[in-house]
């Protein structure tokens, strides 16, 4: 894993603070890097992760009943979509990915913005700005599942780039696969294999990873005097903080 982890933040400056600080990169990224620390020696490697806070009975209803409401608003499958936000958050509402995707479906906040979501933070604005990207999938692709899935892995682009076939990135066949085997449809998976823009992918990228999950660790999330929303790999003093989920992939 590298060292340096790009998280858009609302695109504004964050103090640098702790073992964790914040700097611009030459692009004008904000980059959250720990380069140095303990911290930082620990998430160079697959060492055990901090205790990743649990989804309640509650809470998982809660969430099963604003992602059924919205599936069924925009004619999705919620067994589909429900295995797809598995796959992404393990139903975890407080998570971010090192590339910056944020929430239960893994918004990046473009992404979010294009399909109604201003705060991939907030949980319904989360399952609304996702289940809208995956109704525009659906009618893009005209229902066809595996590159409905590609897409929302990759982009539309890269799928049409491939001419509508599942993009040669490891990640994102097996982001694919999995998500179908745990949606139970072996003849979507069939029909998945024949559209690979490379045949040989479903061997090499997803067989030997077959099932795996990405690496979750605890982070902590507290807003600064300005409103700055700022995270941490260790518990403040001081101020309420919300232990987050930190999903390497």
């Known amino acids: 894993m590298t ?5 858009l ?11 964790v600080h914040a700097e611009r990169d030459s692009t004008g990224q904000i980059v959250i890097t720990n380069k140095g620390s303990k911290a930082a020696a620990k998430l160079s490697t697959k060492d055990a992760p901090g205790t990743v806070p649990k989804v309640s009975s509650g809470q998982r209803q809660a969430i099963e009943k604003e992602l059924k409401s919205a599936c069924a608003a925009k004619g999705l499958d919620y067994n589909l979509v429900a295995a797809l936000v598995d796959a992404e958050s393990s139903f975890q509402t407080n998570i971010i990915s090192k590339k910056g995707a944020v929430g239960l ?3 990046l906040p473009a992404t979010g913005k294009r399909f109604g979501c201003n705060d ?18 659906q009618d893009l692709f005209g229902g066809d599942v595996p590159l409905m899935l590609a897409a929302y892995n990759a982009g539309e682009d890269a799928v049409r780039k491939y001419s509508n076939k599942i993009p040669p990135y490891a990640e994102t066949v097996r982001y694919v696969f999995n998500i179908l085997s745990d949606y139970g449809r072996p003849s979507l998976i069939a029909q998945a294999k024949t559209k690979l823009a490379s045949p040989s992918d479903y061997d090499r990228f997803y067989v030997p990873h077959r099932g795996e999950k ?19 790999d260790y518990p403040p003093s001081g101020v ?7 999903k390497d992939e």
Request: aromatic share 14%.
């Open 3 to 7: 060292r340096g982890i790009t998280l």
């Open 9 to 19: 933040l609302l695109a504004l400056a964050v103090p640098a603070l702790g073992q």
């Open 105 to 107: 479906m893994q918004l």
């Open 120 to 137: 991939p933070w907030d949980m319904e604005q989360n399952i609304r700005g996702g289940t809208n990207f995956l109704a525009y999938l």
């Open 214 to 232: 990405p690496v979750l660790r605890t982070y902590y999330m507290y807003f600064s005097e300005q409103g700055v929303r700022t995270i941490v």
């Open 240 to 246: 309420k903080f919300i232990p987050i989920v930190y």
